[in-house]
C-alpha cells in the first residue's frame, strides 16, 4: 500500500525556516519522480518543486526560487522540503506527490502558517 506522509508544518514568523518531511512507503521511491505543491484557502492547488531520481538538478516555480530547497534520501525514502525566508503568502497546506510507474499519488498535506 502506497504512503506517503507529510510532517514538519507548522507557525512561523515572517522571515523564518522550516523543513518539510515527506516519508514514502510501497512503491521503489530511488526511481520515483517526488514533488511539492501547496493549496492556500480559496486557492488552486499549485507547483512548489519537483526532484528528479537521482537527487539532481530540482525545479523550482518562480515564486520560491532561491528561498526554497528540495532534497530527497534514497535510502531513508523520504523527500524534504527546506523553506527559507517565509513569506506570509507561502502561508498553505503542502502536499507531497509521487509519480512511479506511471502511477500517481499523493500525500494528506502539512499546514504551514506564516505570521506575526
Known amino acids: 500500500q502506497v504512503q506517503l506522509v507529510e510532517s514538519g508544518g507548522g507557525l512561523v514568523q515572517p522571515g523564518g525556516s522550516l523543513r518539510l518531511s515527506c516519508a514514502a512507503a510501497g512503491f521503489t521511491f530511488s526511481t520515483s519522480v517526488m514533488s511539492w505543491y501547496r493549496q492556500a484557502p480559496g486557492k488552486e492547488r499549485e507547483f512548489v518543486a519537483s526532484i528528479p531520481s537521482s537527487g539532481r538538478s530540482a525545479y523550482y516555480s518562480d515564486s520560491v526560487k532561491g528561498r526554497f530547497t528540495a532534497s530527497r534520501d534514497n535510502v531513508q525514502n523520504t523527500v524534504y522540503l527546506r523553506m527559507n525566508s517565509l513569506k506570509p503568502e507561502d502561508t498553505a497546506v503542502y502536499y507531497c506527490?509521487?509519480?512511479?510507474?506511471?502511477?500517481?499519488?499523493w500525500g494528506r498535506g502539512t499546514q504551514v502558517t506564516v505570521s506575526s
Open positions: 506527490k509521487a509519480i512511479t510507474s506511471g502511477n500517481i499519488y
